[in-house]
């Protein structure tokens, strides 16, 4: 069935070759387009950092070019060396001069990586109906270096400091006190940052310092560059014998199976069910789904559900026959009973609190809502005494915060399911009294101990005020 529908039209064998694996880099120039790029450019020079993997390019400027200003790029040139010697000899120690011809004749090029992992990334060539993988080193950037721009700053700079030594030699020294602080905690750390700092700003100044390697570029055309190229193709053509292998045993040996690997209990995965699944199950357990997913509907929604998607042909009389077995009736509207939300033998998923405590919880929180329209969170958490994560997973299976910070009813009451269901409202009243007690001692435990621990504290300081205050004073009448 699978081969009619998705029928094998070729096959093509996928090789990985390792051959450049450490020295291949793939350019990419952000600033250039498709059509005028780089592949008929003259490389004047062209270094790399192998610990950094930057790599600097100068690609040549046709100067005799109709396009291109001799004015404005011997301007450059000057701005960046000074003066133009071109043709003198330099001073010894002297800086390189960035234009030798004493005009831009070249444009520079420099790297910055744009992906730390290239884990993930590989080179192909598609040929001869084969595919051949290369993983790569590095993917750098290229983009235009506009260093001479702060060649002229910096000349500029030192023109000016140069000028204000000269103005400086007739002023008169002045005397300047140096005072030590003792260490202390606070010099300590502070000694202690500026040491990491320190380390930090070595271990820049390293990549900063490494030298640029000067390299040869091979135009794409030479012999050089077409040897390098056949490196991409892998030498090594035996097929993999894992592809050979039956689906299940290539599954097994792709993904081995490991006997530490904690198995997952079946009884905390809840399944999940599609249409066509509920399709198969009987009405009651339609039921149960629909209100364990809805977590609140009315009796016509659970109607229009069943007849528009499961059953066309059921009945409301049957359905509402069904429906207190799995659900509660609560204001009109049906939510799904407690041990339907949490299954037997289940755990909370933040702090494993068991079923039983959930269930009880949760029938709190209805019985709460049947008598009252909001509830506050901490009054919740109190009287059930759960964790802050499980209480809020119990009332959202049947509340909502509305914008007074309170919780409400997912839906409104439906006052006329009500009016036409007296019997099964009534029904369910009997239910709440019947329970009624056990809701209020939880209630009522709580606020014992809150009022015991009241009257604890008052009676031990009237007891301090009886001890310590003397006794009123008698006043004695006197007769004249």
Request: charge should be neutral.
């Amino acid at each position: 069935m699978e081969d009619e529908e998705d029928p094998i039209v070729e096959e093509i064998p996928v090789f990985l070759s390792k051959n450049l694996q450490d020295n291949l880099y793939l350019f990419q120039y952000p600033t250039k387009t498709e059509l005028p790029n780089h592949d008929d450019a003259v490389v004047v020079n062209c270094c790399v950092k192998p610990f950094t993997q930057e790599v600097k390019v100068d690609f040549g400027l046709n100067i005799e070019s109709k396009h291109f200003d001799r004015f404005k790029g011997e301007q450059f040139a000057v701005a960046a060396d000074g003066k133009n010697t071109y043709g003198a000899a330099l001073p010894k120690g002297a800086e390189r001069p960035t234009y030798k011809r004493g005009i831009m004749d070249k444009q520079a090029f420099t790297s910055t990586r744009s992906l730390t992992d290239i884990s993930k990334y590989v080179v192909g060539i598609y040929t001869d109906k084969e595919v051949h993988l290369s993983p790569l080193a590095s993917i750098v950037q290229l983009r235009p270096s506009l260093t001479y721009f702060d060649k002229e700053d910096k000349r500029r700079k030192a023109e000016q400091k140069a000028q204000s030594e000269d103005i400086d030699d007739d002023e008169v020294a002045q005397q300047v006190t140096v005072k030590f602080a003792r260490g202390t905690s606070a010099g300590a750390a502070a000694k202690k940052t500026k040491e990491q700092r320190g380390s930090y700003d070595k271990f820049v100044q390293r990549i900063v310092d490494e030298p640029w390697c000067e390299s040869y570029w091979h135009a794409r055309n030479t012999p050089t560059a077409e040897l390098e190229r056949q490196k991409l193709y892998s030498a090594n053509h035996q097929s993999n014998q894992s592809l050979s292998l039956p689906p299940s045993e290539y599954l097994c040996k792709l993904l081995p199976h490991d006997e530490h690997v904690q198995q997952v209990d079946a009884a905390n995965v809840l399944p999940v069910y599609n249409k066509a699944m509920l399709k198969t199950l009987p009405l009651l357990d339609q039921l149960r789904v629909l209100l364990k997913d809805a977590k609140m509907l009315s009796f016509p929604d659970v109607l229009h559900i069943l007849t528009e998607h499961i059953d066309p042909h059921v009945s409301a009389e049957k359905v509402l026959a069904l429906l207190p077995q799995v659900g509660i009736l609560l204001h009109g509207n049906w939510v799904p009973k407690s041990e339907v939300v949490y299954p037997e033998k289940m755990l909370s998923h933040a702090n494993g609190v068991s079923a039983e405590q959930m269930i009880r919880a949760r029938d709190y929180v209805l019985y709460k809502f049947s008598r009252t329209q909001c509830l506050y969170r901490k009054q919740v958490m109190t009287a059930t005494q759960l964790p802050p994560a499980e209480t809020l997973d119990v009332l959202r299976t049947v509340a909502r915060v509305n914008s007074t910070k309170r919780w409400e009813l997912l839906l409104p009451p439906d006052k006329e399911f009500e009016q036409k269901n007296v019997e099964l409202v009534q029904r369910q009243e009997l239910h709440w009294r019947a329970t009624e007690q056990s809701y209020n001692e939880m209630d009522w435990a709580k606020e014992t101990k809150r009022v015991r621990k009241r009257s604890t504290r008052k009676s031990e300081s009237q007891q301090q005020t009886t001890m310590t205050m003397p006794p009123p004073a008698v006043h004695l009448s006197t007769e004249a």
